[in-house]
């Protein structure tokens, strides 16, 4: 293993977390390279310091202040959470996901447009078939030229 | 001394969506889980206790995390309310302790955000210190008998001079004992990237901290 990849996984085989393949490659360049052993020296060090802050904290007690203001409401859901929870807990029940799959479905159909398109049939009358696809945009009325609504003003 | 240039971070620490875990989580495996049940029928009892039961090490991350005392607390107590109000989009396939530190790292951020990203109150997480820690509990181990409140305060600014993306996940790992793969739950990040980060931390503390660490590195 290179120094610089070695480098990189010290934090990792420091915590044993690396893979032992890797690990042993590591071990393997930490044999021969003193900068590297330094740094994981280091790094361990650094490591039993921050571990050094885990115990002692002086934490004040924060129920009472955080209950007073739940009772005050502060801690209320929103409007939009109390949808969202509700949705959660419908959706969670034993009916939940086949209706809410019924209700999309059924939506999908009344709101799904129509189109009328006519086809020919060769040899045979034209007819008129209904198609249930992409509502085809609807034929907007030009506004009549400037010369037009000027007559009509005056 | 010169220290590692610590460069910018480019992946925002919540840019991705959380990973889908494939299981509930087991009552064996998430020791809150009996609370949290409760709490969600309604029974304010419950999330009293777990406001007792947690308090303290979310307490002691968002100190790490801010710097203050008082910020500290304040972001607690916005956290457990976050907590109230949301509490229905913790899902059981992660633990809950896991779900309230994603909680809190995010009212630290809204926190900092709001203060204009002012500098955190350096001098006080010293003074803070000494004054908190002279009531605590005895030394459990000889670690913390040599970690005084001289070098508590001193690794506190350590850790503020760091950038918040290194920040969180070291605090999170060395601190708080979070195994990777919760810290990128709660970071919403890969877990190479925390594995990255919590490297890049430690070399950037280390060189910052580089009269304490070094007498151990030239011995080796």
């Not at chain 2, 708080?176 to 709660?186: H, M, Q, R, T």
Request: hydrophobic share 40%.
């Amino acid at each position: 293993m290179r120094h610089a990849g070695a480098l990189r996984r010290l934090s990792e085989y420091l915590d044993g977390t690396l893979p032992s393949r890797d690990g042993k490659r590591v071990e393997a360049h930490l044999a021969g390279c003193v900068a590297c052993r330094k740094e994981l020296a280091e790094l361990r060090r650094t490591t039993e310091l921050l571990r050094g802050l885990r115990h002692g904290e002086d934490a004040p007690d924060l129920t009472a202040a955080v209950l007073e203001r739940i009772r005050s409401g502060e801690g209320d859901p929103s409007a939009s959470d109390r949808v969202r929870a509700a949705a959660v807990r419908f959706l969670s029940g034993a009916w939940g996901a086949p209706l809410a799959t019924a209700a999309v479905g059924l939506a999908v159909l009344a709101i799904v447009p129509r189109v009328e398109i006519e086809v020919s049939i060769p040899g045979g009358a034209a007819r008129e078939v209904v198609v249930p696809v992409a509502r085809a945009p609807a034929p907007q009325r030009r506004a009549p030229p400037p010369a037009a609504r000027d007559r009509r003003r005056f | 001394m010169s220290h590692p240039r610590v460069t910018a971070v480019t992946q925002p620490l919540f840019d991705r969506a959380r990973p889908i875990p494939a299981a509930d989580v087991p009552e064996s495996v998430d020791p809150d889980r009996d609370l949290v049940e409760r709490w969600r029928r309604g029974e304010t009892d419950a999330f009293a206790a777990l406001v007792r039961r947690h308090q303290r090490r979310v307490f002691g991350l968002l100190l790490r995390m801010l710097g203050n005392r008082e910020e500290a607390e304040d972001a607690a107590q916005d956290a457990f309310l976050n907590l109230h109000r949301h509490g229905h989009r913790f899902r059981r396939e992660s633990r809950f302790s896991t779900f309230l530190y994603r909680v809190a790292v995010n009212a630290a951020l809204n926190r900092r955000r709001s203060l204009g990203r002012r500098r955190a109150h350096v001098d006080a997480f010293g003074e803070a210190h000494a004054v908190g820690h002279a009531g605590s509990e005895p030394a459990p181990d000889p670690e913390q008998a040599l970690a005084g409140d001289e070098l508590r305060a001193r690794l506190g600014r350590e850790l503020l001079a760091l950038p918040e993306s290194l920040r969180a996940p070291v605090v999170l790992y060395d601190v708080e004992g979070l195994s990777y793969g919760e810290i990128a739950e709660v970071l919403a990040v890969a877990e190479g990237t925390v594995k990255s980060r919590i490297h890049r931390a430690r070399q950037a503390l280390r060189a910052r901290l580089g009269d304490l660490v070094a007498e151990v590195g030239a011995r080796s």
